[in-house]
C-alpha cells in the first residue's frame, strides 16, 4: 500500500496540536513528543527521510518567533554571552518562565532548511544552540523516542544550569531557571503550527465536537 504523506503530515500535525495542547494545560513533559514530531517532520539521515521532503516541501518557509541573532553575530556581535529567542519570563508570574507563543515582536518566515538550523539560544559565547541542537537531544536521547545515560553536552546544559538566568532562592543562593528545553521546543510548536505555508500542504485534522 502507498503511503499517502499528505495524510501523514495531517496526523503529525495532529500530535502536535493536541501534546502543545497538553503542555498549555500543565503537562510539560509533552514538550518530548514536540520533540519527537519535529524530528520526524525534518531530521534527515542516510536512513530516514523526513517527512517534509517526502512531500517535496523543503522550499517551505516556516515561521521564526526568533530574532536573527547569527546576522547580528556576522555584524560584530560575535561575542555575545547569552541569548533566548524562545522564552519569556515574569516575576511573580504563574508559570514564571514561558514560551513567547504569539507575543513575540520578531516574525520571519524562513526555509525549512534555515529554520532547523537557525540559533535560537546561545549560553556563552562558544555554545549555541540551533533548533535541531533541541529538537535531536530530547527526541532521542531525552525521552521523546529513546532514553539515553548520557546527553549532549550543550543540551544538559540548556536543562540544568544557570546559564540563562537564576531565581533568588529563600535563605540565600540561586537558583537556576529550569525547563528552558521544554520551553524551546513548545514555542517550536507554535512557530510550526503557525506556518501557514506547512499547514496548507495538509490541513490540521479537525475535532470532534
Not at 536573527?68 to 554571552?81: C, E, P, S
Not at 532514553?147 to 546559564?163: C, F, G, I, M
Request: proline letters at 5%; a neutral charge.
Amino acid at each position: 500500500m502507498a503511503v499517502d504523506f499528505k495524510v501523514e503530515l495531517s496526523k503529525q500535525l495532529g500530535f502536535l496540536a493536541r501534546s502543545c495542547d497538553g503542555f498549555d494545560s500543565g503537562y510539560f513533559d509533552e514538550a518530548m513528543r514536540i520533540a519527537t514530531v519535529l524530528r520526524i517532520l525534518f531530521h534527515e539521515t542516510r536512513n530516514s527521510t523526513p517527512l517534509l521532503k517526502h512531500l517535496g516541501g523543503n522550499h517551505v518557509r516556516l515561521l521564526s518567533t526568533s530574532l536573527d541573532i547569527a546576522t547580528k553575530m556576522k555584524d560584530g556581535g560575535a561575542g555575545l554571552l547569552m541569548f533566548n529567542g524562545m522564552g519569556e519570563f515574569s516575576l511573580g508570574g504563574n508559570p514564571s518562565y514561558f514560551p513567547k507563543l504569539g507575543d513575540s515582536y520578531s516574525r520571519r518566515l524562513v526555509p525549512a532548511p534555515v529554520w532547523s538550523g537557525e540559533i535560537v539560544l546561545v549560553l556563552d559565547r562558544n555554545t549555541r544552540l540551533a533548533r535541531k541542537d533541541v529538537v535531536l537531544p530530547a527526541a532521542n536521547q531525552h525521552g521523546g523516542t529513546h532514553v539515553d545515560a548520557n546527553l549532549t553536552p550543550a543540551y544538559e546544559r540548556l536543562v540544568a544550569s544557570h546559564d540563562l538566568g537564576s531565581w533568588s532562592a529563600e535563605g540565600g543562593g540561586l537558583v537556576p531557571i529550569g525547563g528552558h528545553h521544554y520551553v524551546a521546543l513548545r514555542q517550536m510548536g507554535y512557530e510550526i503550527l503557525n506556518s501557514s505555508e506547512l499547514t496548507v500542504l495538509a490541513p490540521l485534522p479537525q475535532r470532534e465536537p
